[in-house]
């Protein structure tokens, strides 16, 4: 269990990571900045 939550996390960084870039990448143009 213990191994699940530390994976978890981890796995979500790894995936949320690159999109979080994209979607600041597209919005800053589009507010100005």
Not at 16 to 29: C, D, K, Q, T
């Amino acid at each position: 269990l213990a191994m699940i939550l530390f994976i978890l996390p981890l796995l979500f960084t790894v995936l949320a990571g690159p999109a979080a870039i994209n979607v600041m990448n597209n919005l800053l143009p589009a507010m100005g900045g």
